[in-house]
């Protein structure tokens, strides 16, 4: 049975809403399924037609569709389309989750489904499942483990575990981190003008956890956030799971457009400004100096706290190294959070915020009341893998290693990608984006690519008001300049036949410039 009535009936979506155009589109066809309105069995139109009638992008259809799916509200079913799988006002129309147990005749149970759901959670779309090692995968933005220096780190461990004070190291530690590694972590942000004399340190598991924290600490349900667009999943994942709304922010080819901030804080009146202005993830754009005074100017004037998430910014290939916002701002607005991740071994799990001292306090009894202490054992380890010099050797070689995969990450898109694509070209970190020509839709190849052993993410896993079809991140910096260059032909060979397939009969190819 087609379901007519969603195309009789279209939704009605506001452009102009804080909230994502596909969100819209889900809560909507949700309503109408839990109301009955869509019954049991029904065929949705396919994302093809609905966005047609929408006047939307096939992506924006296809992330609300992911997403009734992930709830359990529809099925897809290869070769014939998406259908209603539940009846109004049954256990599966209140969330997926309702169906994980049933109680036994006479017995009331735990509603699981009821005690999990949160009208404010924002499931975001799957992303492609983890591929074998022999994969060429560009979709994870992580050190390659081939860099790392495992008999340089077993000497720290040694000497970590022969320590006089390992007993105390061992035992339960402070909520803001190991105390010595703290201290090095702060002496060294004030030797880089990061910190001040109103400022703190607090040590975290990793910049996710601060992100967390911050919000814990300053958000509540419905606050307004401006981001980046496209922008890192895992904070637009957090950020509307605390049922923040996301006042999206371009990103071009110089980061984050501050023209289109300063209209988002006088229309959105966020109550939080989150950047990362080196190499953002997932364009690997870096703010220029000049945009970084103005996006403090605005951000002063709208009395809106930045939140700097500065995770790759020690990994610059090539160019000189720009300001911190933390070492730029006078006024005391600016929260920097760092982290190891990038730099040395991501499983350890230790990134820092550097931040006035009550934010400092706050985050720390926030996460006291999360994890109540630290583990101080790898911390520790860190703190003797830096002392010793090792963790500066590293890193040097991470830098070469990271510059030869950049070049060949930019030499293989302009070997192997069609005319029309575009590339950022950025100074380092770990990510680029690509934007391929119309009308390929890089999220429709991927499945073709898998088959291929090429793996990457489309735009639509980092979007959030704004649907690129054709954009894709390619993270280079875990693979080999040989995987690099086979991967992108791959790429480049399933592009250019999907576009000769969508060239009307008759056109000439374009002409290779």
Known sequence: MVCSGLMEQLPHLDHGSGMPLYRQLYEQIAARIHSGELGNGERLPATRELAGSLGLNRTTVAAAYEMLEAEGLIAGRVGRGSFVTVAAGSANAQGAASRTYTAPAGESGVRWGALLERGDSSPAAAAPAALGREVISF????????????????????????????????????????????????????????????????????????LDLVGRVLLRPGDAVAVEDPVYPGLKNLLTGM?????????????????????????????????????????????????????????????????????????????????????????????????????????????????????????????????????????????????????????????????????????ACREFLPAGARWTRPEGGMNLWVSLPEPLDAGELLPRAQKMGVAYLPARYFAVSRAEPGGLRLSFAGLEPGQIRAGLAVIGKLAAAELETARPAGEPAPAMV
């Open 139 to 210: 979709a994870t933005s992580r050190p390659s483990r081939e860099m790392f220096p495992l008999d340089e780190f077993r000497s720290s461990c040694a000497a970590v575990i022969a320590r006089a004070d390992l007993a105390d190291i061992l035992q339960l530690g402070s909520p803001a981190g190991y105390e010595p590694l703290r201290r090095y972590l702060l002496e060294e942000a004030r030797r880089q003008g990061v910190a001040g004399a109103a400022d703190d340190l607090l040590i975290t598991n990793g910049c996710q956890q601060a």
């Open 243 to 411: 049922g923040a709304r996301l006042a999206a922010v371009p990103v071009g080819a110089e980061g984050m457009d501050v023209a289109s901030l300063a209209r988002a804080l006088e229309r959105e009146r966020p109550r939080l400004l989150v950047v990362t202005p080196d190499f953002q993830n997932p364009t690997g754009a870096t703010l220029p100096l000049a945009a970084r005074r103005a996006l403090l100017d605005a951000a002063r004037a709208a009395g809106v706290p930045v939140i700097e998430n500065d995770p790759y910014g020690e990994l610059r290939y090539r160019g000189q190294p720009l300001a911190a916002l933390k070492q730029m701002d006078e006024h005391g607005g600016t929260v920097l959070l760092r982290s190891f991740s990038k730099s040395s071994f991501p499983g350890l799990r230790v990134g820092w915020v550097v931040g006035p001292k009550p934010l400092l306090d706050r985050l720390r009894q926030a996460k006291e009341a999360a994890d109540l202490h630290s583990d101080q054992l790898s911390q520790a380890v860190l703190l003797e893998f830096a002392e010793s010099g090792r963790l500066e050797a590293h890193k040097r070689r991470l830098l070469e290693a990271g510059a030869e995969r950049l070049r060949a990450t930019l030499d």
